[in-house]
């Protein structure tokens, strides 16, 4: 049997201004992933990680938020947005309407202010978490 593993969303950026961590990546390959700004993975870790497993995944974690999550807060401070993938409805030329994926970033407030039956509802795919580097520092 051939186990297929998905790599894709499994990266990291940075700019001058924002660190850019796909949501593929499992806790456990954040912590070991040098890569990644060591700033990231202490809050990961220490606050990101507090009440999952290392084998989350990042998407995993943020698709189940939960408003009173203290892991909010922490997002919040940090000034995070998700980039994700949701089907919208378009009409085309001659007024028919079509489904299509649209990417767009959206923040923590709002993402946890949707149920997990609403992102279901929207084809919701996370893609990844971008956090301001400043910001990082603060936590």
Do not use: W
């Not at 700019?15 to 993975?41: H, P, S, W």
């Not at 995993?60 to 089907?87: A, C, G």
């Amino acid at each position: 049997m051939q186990m297929n593993v998905y790599e894709d969303y499994k990266y990291s950026m940075q700019d001058t201004n924002c660190l850019y961590v796909g949501a593929k990546y499992t806790f456990a390959e954040i912590m070991e992933n040098e890569e990644i700004l060591f700033k990231f993975r202490k809050v990961a870790a220490e606050s990101l990680m507090n009440g999952s497993d290392k084998d989350d995944t990042l998407e995993t974690m943020l698709y189940y938020l939960e408003p009173h999550d203290f892991r909010v807060q922490v997002l919040k401070q940090m000034r995070s947005k998700i980039r994700v993938n949701v089907i919208k409805e378009k009409k085309g030329l001659f007024g028919k309407t079509k489904k299509e994926y649209t990417t767009e970033f959206i923040t923590v407030p709002k993402l946890v202010a949707m149920s997990v039956a609403e992102k279901e509802a929207v084809g919701m795919v996370i893609q990844e978490l971008r956090v301001n580097k400043m910001a990082l520092l603060t936590v």
